[in-house]
């Protein structure tokens, strides 16, 4: 998406949609890693991750010396959140992060899993 002057380019969003709650958690936690704000991202942690994924995480990344919410140790230049399925309580999006830019950029999925009774972000693996 631009910020150019004039653009067209709307967002919108609701706290009743995990889906939209997803987009807002990758998008506030790229900006709190990428601009160095100090505890902003695990507060964001605290507030859209249910305890159990943070504890996995933890261990995750403690194995893998990377930051498990991005599964990278770089921050990516953008970021985009899909719906992709919903069932037995859960909700599971998509995420693409961009790694790069022109036609070297790289991209990395994820498959999120949300909780439709709290949206709290429930797990976190490398997609497809």
């Given at each position: 998406?631009s910020?150019?002057?004039g653009?067209n380019a709307?967002?919108t969003g ?9 987009a ?31 504890q996995?995480l933890a261990?995750w990344?403690e194995?893998?010396?990377?930051d498990g919410?991005?599964r990278a140790q770089?921050v ?14 859960h909700?599971f999006?998509t995420?693409t992060l961009t ?12 498959a ?6 709290t949206?709290?972000?429930s797990d976190?693996e490398?997609?497809?």
């Amino acid at each position: 998406m631009s910020d150019t002057p004039g653009g067209n380019a709307v967002r919108t969003g609701s706290p009743d949609s995990a889906v939209d709650r997803a987009a807002d958690f990758y998008g506030a936690y790229i900006d709190a890693v990428s601009d160095g704000t100090d505890d902003l991202g695990e507060e964001l942690r605290a507030h859209y991750l249910t305890e159990d994924l943070r504890q996995r995480l933890a261990a995750w990344e403690e194995v893998n010396h990377a930051d498990g919410v991005l599964r990278a140790q770089d921050v990516p230049i953008a970021w985009e959140v899909r719906y992709h399925d919903s069932g037995a309580g859960h909700l599971f999006t998509t995420i693409t992060l961009t790694w790069g830019s022109g036609p070297d950029a790289g991209h990395t999925r994820l498959a999120v899993q949300s909780d439709l009774s709290t949206k709290l972000i429930s797990d976190i693996e490398d997609g497809a």
